[in-house]
Nanobody
């Protein structure tokens, strides 16, 4: 069984910073792409940033230049450094990873979500 556990959310003023972490645990053989999504109240879940196993990254236009995704393969952990936060960044942030378990196939796993609230 695989679990993704997020941490680092909270309340911050506009212009501030937060760093989210998401650690994968369990019978993991390998991890492919890892992603951060977010979902604001009344809106659909959207992709914020992604990182391949080799370190290639992509970002939503709305966060380019402000957010940085990174990963530590030795720790099975993905991070999202969020700077210059805006009230419109307020959402529940979810991590997502493509994981192959021992003696298994790749499948997608989701974390439980962590709330980020940016006050104006």
């Amino acid at each position: 069984q695989v679990q993704l556990v997020e941490s680092g959310g909270g309340l911050v003023q506009a212009g501030g910073s937060l760093r989210l972490s998401c650690a994968a645990s369990g019978s993991i053989f390998s991890i492919g792409a890892m992603r951060w999504y977010r979902q604001a109240p009344g809106k659909e879940r959207e992709l914020v940033a992604s990182i391949t196993s080799g370190g290639g990254t992509n970002y939503a236009d709305s966060v380019k230049g402000r957010f940085t995704i990174s990963r530590d393969n030795a720790k099975n952990t993905v991070y999202l450094q969020m700077n210059s936060l805006k009230p419109e960044d307020t959402a529940v942030y979810y991590c997502n990873a493509l994981i192959r378990v021992v003696e298994g196939n790749f499948r997608t796993y989701w974390g439980q979500g962590t709330q980020v609230t940016v006050s104006s």
